[in-house]
Nanobody, 121 residues
Framework: QVDVVESGGGLVQAGESLRLSCAAS????????MGWYRQVPGNQREFVAS????????SGDRVKGRFTISRDNANKNTGYLQLNILKPEETGVYYC??????????????WGVGTQVIVSS
């Protein structure tokens, strides 16, 4: 079992920045991919960005150049999503997703409960 905890959400004005954090904890797992998704009210959950264990990054088209995903150098089970030039329509809940292999090598997906981002105009 892997626990996933997001933090860093809050209320900002349009054009401002936030940094979200994601921490994965547990025993006997090997992190494969850390990803961020968001759910804006009235919409389906949307992919934002992901990073693999060897630091391969994929970003959604709508956030390229503004959002940056990274992993902590000291603790590879912790990662960040830097959100720059935020827009009001990006208000929503941001979720961290972890894909990790258990001690049998079976990949499993784990979600946090999300962190709220509110962007005022």
């Amino acid at each position: 079992q892997v626990d996933v905890v997001e933090s860093g959400g809050g209320l900002v004005q349009a054009g401002e920045s936030l940094r979200l954090s994601c921490a994965a904890s547990g025993s006997g797992f090997s992190l494969v991919t850390m990803g961020w998704y968001r759910q804006v009210p009235g919409n389906q959950r949307e992919f934002v960005a992901s990073i693999t264990g060897d630091s391969h990054v994929v970003s959604g088209d709508r956030v390229k150049g503004r959002f940056t995903i990274s992993r902590d150098n000291a603790n590879k089970n912790t990662g960040y999503l830097q959100l720059n030039i935020l827009k009001p329509e990006e208000t929503g809940v941001y979720y961290c997703n972890i894909v990790a292999k258990d001690d049998q090598g079976v990949p499993r997906s784990y979600w946090g409960v999300g962190t709220q981002v509110i962007v005022s105009s």
